[in-house]
């Protein structure tokens, strides 16, 4: 088959690799239908986290089933599945507890952008749509696999609820898709903090009721005169950035609540800042599996539409291009065709 390959930074090939087996009685062989570029990609493209060999890349995947392993009894060989970037067993404490992305049987998936990918513990990741989806629908239940599900994450993090204040820092795919969960979940009002047109317009659609293109104390202020002088109830933080998590606890009023999701690079939180603040602080890796069900069904439903963070679509083959684009911000979010 073949596949993306990062060999150093900047330097995405496609490439030929080994087909994918069977390893344990819980895999499943897929063949992709959608995979697509994430925003935390480009921390090795950029050259922010070491490569210090060449590895396959990707971790969201919609795709048909083509072979299962002797104890997969949730999916079955022609079901089209949606899965999670963090596979898990979907039985243990943690998952019980409904932390899948905990699973103690959790393995991460980084070998999807290719023709076909093999997914550990697929009994318990993997979510079965009720027939072959229309291809309209995909690439919203392709965002189901990540960028929604860890949107809606950040908004349960951060505590919105119906009539509620929040703040979405970040107008990545994630950030976007923050927007369209805390719409869902009652937000009264939403501000969404971004400076690119493309993107205001596309949160705007998605339910926000502000944008504030500021940044650093000039955006607190921002969002401070936004709300009273006090600061948002719930704040969402999609970026992992030292600057985007300093916004983001800033601009939460006291008593409000911060849901953490960018994958944090030299964050540094300071523990007596914080403990004045009386803001609460959750994060980590969306429990997507959780909320795959549901999520599927908004999608199916057409109650919302994440697939429209999805701006630029390309063959698989053109992986690098689909890198190029999204690091260039000509790009929100690349979905890819093998």
């Not at 922010?48 to 890349?57: C, F, G």
């Not at 083509?66 to 898990?88: D, L």
Request: proline share 6%; hydrophobic share 40%.
């Amino acid at each position: 088959m073949r596949g993306a390959v990062i060999h150093s930074p900047g330097d995405v090939r496609f490439e030929g690799l080994d087909d994918p087996k069977i390893l344990k009685p819980t895999d499943a062989i897929i063949r992709t239908v959608a995979t697509c570029v994430c925003g935390s990609d480009l921390w090795p493209y950029r050259g922010l986290e070491p490569v210090a060999e060449p590895r396959p890349m990707g971790h969201e995947y919609v795709g048909i089933v083509e072979e299962i392993g002797s104890e997969v009894t949730h999916v079955k060989p022609g079901q089209f599945v949606v899965g999670s970037f963090a596979t898990s067993d979907n039985t243990c404490a943690n998952c019980r507890n409904g932390w899948q992305s905990s699973c103690l049987h959790r393995e991460f998936m980084s070998t999807c952008q290719a023709d076909y990918i093999r997914v550990p513990n697929a009994h318990g990741t993997l979510v079965a749509t009720d027939g072959h989806p229309d291809a309209a629908l995909v690439p919203g239940l392709l965002a189901v696999s990540d960028v929604m599900g860890t949107g809606w994450y950040a908004a349960l993090a951060a505590e919105v609820k119906p009539g509620s204040t929040a703040v979405v820092v970040g107008d990545g795919a994630v950030g976007l898709c923050g927007v369209i969960a805390a719409k869902e979940l009652g937000a009264e009002r939403i501000i969404a903090m971004s400076r690119h047109e493309a993107r205001r317009q596309l949160a705007l659609e998605f339910g926000a009721t502000d944008i504030v293109g500021e940044r650093g104390e000039e955006g607190i202020a921002r969002v401070k005169d936004l709300t009273g002088g006090i600061g948002a109830d719930s704040v969402l933080e999609c970026v992992g950035t030292p600057e985007s998590m300093r916004q983001a606890l800033h601009s939460a009023r006291p008593g409000g609540n911060v849901g953490f999701v960018g994958v944090p690079h030299e964050v540094r939180v300071d523990g007596e800042e914080l403990f004045f603040s009386h803001v609460g602080l959750r994060g980590g890796p969306a429990p997507v599996r959780r909320y795959l069900p549901d999520l599927i069904d908004r999608v199916l439903s057409g109650r919302i539409e994440p697939g429209k963070v999805f701006d630029l679509t390309l063959p698989l083959e053109q992986v690098a291009e689909g890198y190029r684009a999204m690091d260039e911000r000509r790009a929100i979010k690349a979905l890819l065709k093998p």
